[in-house]
């Protein structure tokens, strides 16, 4: 969410008359997008913006600060970095322009009030790397409270976008190339819920009519709002990927109660089964968190156990990092540092492993790729995705970027693929 709303500020820059530049010690104008969803990346920020302030001494660059921080800190920020000259929260950022010439004329310029929301879904998608995939924004916030979790108090309670924009956006979008789409939302599945107007599975059947459009994904899903209507467009919308992002968190009974995500281990291994009835190749990846406040050694191997049954195509894993204004950061029983991390390396070492088997078990399978660009490690070579998601190089001309591609997978590697065009087999090219 954070990249798109960047692709978005960058955008309106650009439509007022800004370019982009690669070095920030050439720019007139550096905007520090934030999150502060751990500890870490809070710290990384002031530390960044540290060395920010001696390059604005000696450029006077205009600096300012959105996102997650912004909206959390508020008017504070000011206090804490008087060198900034404007600041954006998180519904706000489709006044960037405003906020940049404002802060030419006057500073400090700040807006951090949230009934922008709505606003800010409009600010036109784009295009700007000429890629065949867009993210799309389809509902704001989050009304879970998580009690490990500030996003409920930096990103404001649930909205959803009326769908016939994102429809209406879509449609605009296929018709300027764009193949894949990305729906996004911090808990993208509750769209709609207990609104008046198409339900999330009913709006996935709108987009999957949308000529042009080839693949649709959506992230990030709630298991308690993965419907059994939801789990069905699964093999029944042809151009839904088959692949999931269902964070779990925990795999035990009593951490999940402490976390209140409102599911049991067992409610999420049903929903993982009816998924993989409704296709044997669903792809699964989830985020999950170890050392939370009370986290025994048998509720951490419950946590374990879960990732060797499901078999995880990759998973987001975290130490938990107490968080201002959450339940959980006045919770007892802290688990201490090393255990945590400990626990972190143990679990991290245990999916490399499987993640690993499974891309060696796509060995001589033939795949749909959707070619991105040129790889990093050669110009001869291309990269792109699978349905499911996957990663794969392989030998290519450029004029295959931005189409699909079939490829027969050679070999399976820790993080990604490597394939073979079957048309350019022999030396013939595609
Ligand atoms: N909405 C998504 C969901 O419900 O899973 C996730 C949003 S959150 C920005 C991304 C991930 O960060 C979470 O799934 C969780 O694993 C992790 N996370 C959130 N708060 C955390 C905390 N206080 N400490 C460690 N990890 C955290
Ligand atoms: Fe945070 Fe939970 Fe909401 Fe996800 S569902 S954003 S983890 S409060």
Redesign the pocket.
């Known amino acids: 969410m954070n990249e798109h709303d960047m692709e978005r500020m960058s955008e309106l820059l650009i439509d007022s008359g800004f370019s982009c530049v690669s070095d920030t010690q050439q720019a007139d104008v550096v905007i520090v997008n934030t999150c502060c ?2 500890a870490k990346a809070e710290q990384k920020f002031y530390s960044r913006m540290g060395r920010l302030r001696s390059m604005k001494k000696k450029n006077g660059a205009i600096l300012g600060v959105t996102g997650c921080i912004a909206q959390l800190e508020k008017e504070h920020l000011f206090e804490r970095l008087p060198f900034i000259d404007f600041a954006l929260g998180t519904s706000n950022i489709h006044k960037i322009a405003e906020a940049v010439e404002q802060a030419t004329k006057r500073a400090p310029y700040f807006d951090f009030s949230e009934n922008g929301c709505n606003a800010s879904f409009f600010v036109k998608p784009n295009n700007i790397k000429g890629s065949v995939r867009a993210y799309v924004t389809i509902i704001k916030g ?1 009304n ?1 409270f ?1 009690s ?4 409920p108090y930096v990103r404001g309670r649930e909205v959803s976008r009326e769908s016939a924009g994102i429809l209406k956006e879509i449609r605009e979008l296929a018709a300027t190339g764009i193949k894949e789409v990305t729906l996004l939302g ?2 993208v599945n509750s769209y709609n819920k207990n609104r008046d107007d198409i339900s999330f599975p009913e709006l996935l059947r709108g987009i999957n009519n949308i000529d042009g459009i080839e693949r649709i994904r959506f992230v ?1 899903s ?1 298991p308690k709002d993965l419907s059994s209507e939801l789990i069905g467009c699964f093999g029944t919308l042809d151009k839904l990927c088959e692949s999931i992002h269902l ?1 779990f ?1 925990s795999g035990s009974d009593k951490i999940l109660k402490l976390m209140n995500r409102s599911y049991t281990r067992n409610d999420y291994l049903e929903k993982v089964a009816l998924l993989k009835k409704r296709r044997s190749d669903m792809a699964l990846t989830a ?3 170890v050392g939370f406040p009370g986290e025994s050694e048998k509720d951490f191997l419950d946590t374990i156990n879960l990732i060797e049954e499901i078999r995880f195509d990759g998973t ?1 894993s ?6 201002k204004f ?1 339940q959980a950061s006045a919770l007892p029983d802290a688990v201490p540092g090393e255990l945590g991390l400990e626990r972190l390396r143990h679990f991290q070492n245990i999916q490399k492993s499987i993640t690993l088997a499974k891309n060696r078990e796509m060995e001589g399978k033939r795949v749909e790729i959707l070619v991105e660009d040129t790889s990093k490690n050669s110009e001869e070579e291309l990269t792109g995705r699978t349905r499911t998601n996957k990663i794969v190089n392989f030998k290519g001309n450029r004029d295959m970027i931005n189409k699909l591609v079939e490829v027969d997978i050679i070999k399976g590697y820790a993080n990604s693929l490597w394939g073979e065009n079957p048309k350019a087999k022999g030396g013939t090219s595609c």
Do not use: G, K, L
Not at 148 to 151: I, P
Not at 318 to 323: E, T
């Open positions: 969803v751990r989050c879970n998580c490990y979790c500030v996003v911090q808990n990030t709630h964070p968190q985020d999950c968190i987001f975290f130490v938990y990092s107490p968080r959450t």
